[in-house]
């Protein structure tokens, strides 16, 4: 008498044909919905190489805006030609990908909504945003915003101006040029105050700035505070070439 299938393989089989057949039957505007609960690097981006259909998908501009200055027909709905536009375009909770390679320029860029910014390249170097001499800074937040994966450099003032909302920076390079001017120069700025009864509650909700996994090279400090935030919680980690930085700037 022949013995066949233990049945939990057969339920397993039946399980995982199921799983595969399910998922591509699901429509565009389903599938969509599913990608945008996934975080842009690496999961959304990773999405994009199964398939013509699910790259089509994951990379569509309801999901994340482009920056791009290789595309010459900027008519394409979610690419844009400079970070500047992109920035306007974005909607609130927007995520904009910056194109690997070349300079992207970025002096004085008020950010005023909840939005990402991530460099496309596989190394923070791979996307460089230059602040020109004479401008405050290259990026200047008003809002709850996120930065990977990008490199920032600036030739005098700060990489990043923080004004008010919770800004996390996660695996980026930041650059201060090196100049006779270097003690005017920081890497991060922020202005940020604190009401004088803060509770519990409104900590968790306010103004900070969190660092993790970046490099900072040059300038007089990695992070100047002129407001009532302060630094804390600081872990550095030295290399032969760079120090890599994990540190929080919040209320005491």
Same mark, same amino acid.
């Given at each position: ?42 999961? *959304?981006?990773? %999405? ?80 460089? $945003? ?20 990008? %490199? ?14 919770? $800004? ?29 009864? =803060? ?9 900070? =700035?969190?660092?993790? *996994? ?24 030295? %290399?032969? %070439? ?11």
């Amino acid at each position: 008498m022949e013995v066949g299938e233990p049945k939990w393989k057969k339920l397993a089989k039946q399980s995982e044909n199921s799983i595969n057949s399910s998922i591509n039957n699901l429509d565009d505007g389903c599938l969509m919905h599913i990608f945008s609960f996934l975080s842009p690097l690496p999961d *959304r981006y990773n %999405t994009a190489l199964v398939c013509h259909r699910w790259r089509f998908l994951a990379c569509h501009p309801r999901l994340w805006l482009r920056v791009d200055r290789s595309v010459k027909d900027h008519s394409e709905p979610g690419v844009y030609a400079s970070i500047d536009t992109a920035v306007s375009a974005a909607r609130p909770g927007d995520t904009i990908l910056i194109s690997a390679g070349g300079i992207h320029r970025a002096s004085n860029i008020q950010i005023k909504k909840p939005i990402c910014l991530i460099g496309a390249g596989e190394l923070p170097d791979d996307t460089t $945003l230059i602040c020109s001499r004479g401008c405050d800074s290259a990026l200047e937040f008003l809002s709850t915003c996120k930065l990977a994966n990008l %490199t920032v450099r600036a030739e005098l003032g700060c990489c990043l101006l923080h004004r008010s909302g919770r $800004l996390t920076i996660d695996g980026c390079i930041l650059q201060c040029e090196s100049n006779p001017l270097d003690h005017l120069s920081h890497a991060i700025i922020t202005t940020a105050s604190s009401p004088d009864v =803060v509770s519990s509650v409104l900590k968790s909700s306010s103004d900070s =700035v969190s660092v993790s *996994r970046t490099r900072i090279e040059g300038g007089a400090k990695a992070v100047l505070t002129s407001g009532t935030l302060s630094l804390q919680q600081v872990r550095v980690i030295c %290399t032969r %070439t760079s120090l890599v930085f994990w540190f929080n700037v919040e209320h005491s």
